[in-house]
């Protein structure tokens, strides 16, 4: 019984640990200045180089929080943002970026995934015509660049970007950075809901079967139980 118990406690610590969220502060721009840019009904945004709270600004430095607004400004989104109700637009040339308070351990994967989007624009109004798809990185300070992949989402929408890194030698104890960039020319790039997680999953099964394996083993521990409470 101590064995399986044992056993018990060891698979759902293996599950827990499988993936590991690292935290992003502001991770989807939910906290923000005023915005008191009005771009049409309950569509509002910050001047270009508005603070976007703790993350950092590089480049052009130009870009700032935006909520467009749906369905009521349907001139820019087709689908609401992918969470809440506040993303954040890059001009060309202009990087946003944030130290997460992660460091690179051997062997452990690493997966950044940012929803990306593409403003339709309209001429003559924010953010002054169509927008482009803008760049993911998951870095490592003064180590490896990894840059983030996805299919290119369609006017008026979000798609999902993502890099994956696994822990070099030379990487080790380095900090790792999300960067978001806009592109070298073209409208604003937007995202949305930036997420980060370790993974070890070096001969750990993957989380379907290691659920399985814990519903087994829980299974095992009431039959017993129940078994020598009838004795």
């Known amino acids: 019984m101590r064995l399986t118990r044992a056993l018990l406690t060891g698979c759902l610590l293996a599950v827990a640990a499988n993936a590991l969220p690292i935290t992003v502060l502001n991770s989807s721009f939910e906290i923000a200045p005023p915005l008191t840019n009005i771009c049409g009904p309950s569509c509002q945004y910050d001047s270009g180089g508005s603070l976007v709270p703790f993350w950092t600004y590089g480049g052009q430095q130009t870009g700032g929080q935006w ?3 749906f369905p009521a400004t349907p001139n820019f989104f ?7 109700s506040t993303i954040v637009y890059l001009s ?7 130290t997460t308070p992660a460091a690179v351990a051997l062997g452990v994967t690493y997966t950044l995934t940012v929803d ?3 403003n339709m624009g309209v001429a003559g109004t924010f953010p002054g015509g169509p927008g482009s798809v803008g760049l993911v990185f998951l870095q490592i300070i003064g180590g490896s660049i990894v840059p983030a992949s996805g299919a290119a989402p369609p006017p008026g929408f979000f798609s999902t970007f993502t890099a994956t890194y696994t822990g070099l030698p030379i990487d080790v104890g380095k900090p790792i950075e999300v960067l ?3 592109t070298v020319s073209g409208g604003l790039s937007t995202f949305d809901d930036v997420r980060l ?5 070096a001969g750990v099964p993957e989380p379907g079967s290691m ?12 039959f017993r139980r129940r078994l020598t409470a009838r004795r």
């Open 197 to 201: 997680v370790d993974s070890n999953l």
């Open 92 to 98: 060309p040339n202009t990087t946003l970026s944030q």
């Open 67 to 69: 909520q467009p607004g």
């Open 116 to 118: 990306v989007g593409l």
């Open 78 to 84: 087709s689908t609401v943002p992918p969470d809440g």
């Open 211 to 222: 659920a399985l394996i814990c519903t087994g083993l829980a299974a095992i521990v009431l």
């Open 180 to 182: 978001l960039s806009g």
